[in-house]
Every structure is written in C-alpha cells, then in structure tokens.
C-alpha cells in the first residue's frame, strides 16, 4: 500500500525529522538498511522476527542507538512540561 501511494517503501519521508532519526536507529541496529523496493517486512513468514527483537531490546537495555536517537525528543518534552 504504501508503495502506491509514495512510490516506495522508505518510510522516512512519511515521518516528522525525530521520528526519522528513531527510525534509523532501529534499522542500525538491525543492521538494515531503509529501502524503496521492499517493507522492513514484506512476509511474516521470510524471517523469524524473534531475533530483531531481542537486538532491539538489547540496544534499549544498553543505552544505545535506539534510546539516544530519542534525546531531542525527551529534551523537548523536558521543556515543555518544566
């Protein structure tokens, strides 16, 4: 669907600049890259999907690409709600 209606599967250029920079995070971390010809899943059944989430988990667990690509997000929020 999403192929239909932008052209490609690049979700980045559906998503606000922070969202994006999450977005990218979790495909590093995957070790993915965004592409325009396919989803991140095309088929459920292609790939087992338990192996993302445990990389996933571990990087939030660690401090790592995924929750520092957030600290603009929770800086903002910070100001807004102090």
Known sequence: ????EM???DARAA???D????YEAVMKVLDRRPSEDRPY???DDEQALDGHILKITADI???GRI???MGP????LKRVDG
Not at 19 to 22: K, N, S, V
């Open 1 to 4: 669907r999403a192929k239909a």
């Open 7 to 9: 052209g490609h599967y």
């Open 15 to 17: 998503l606000s600049a």
């Open 19 to 22: 969202t994006a920079r999450l």
């Open 41 to 43: 899943v095309w088929n």
């Open 61 to 63: 667990a660690s401090n």
């Open 67 to 69: 929750p520092q690509s």
């Open 73 to 76: 997000v929770v800086d903002s």
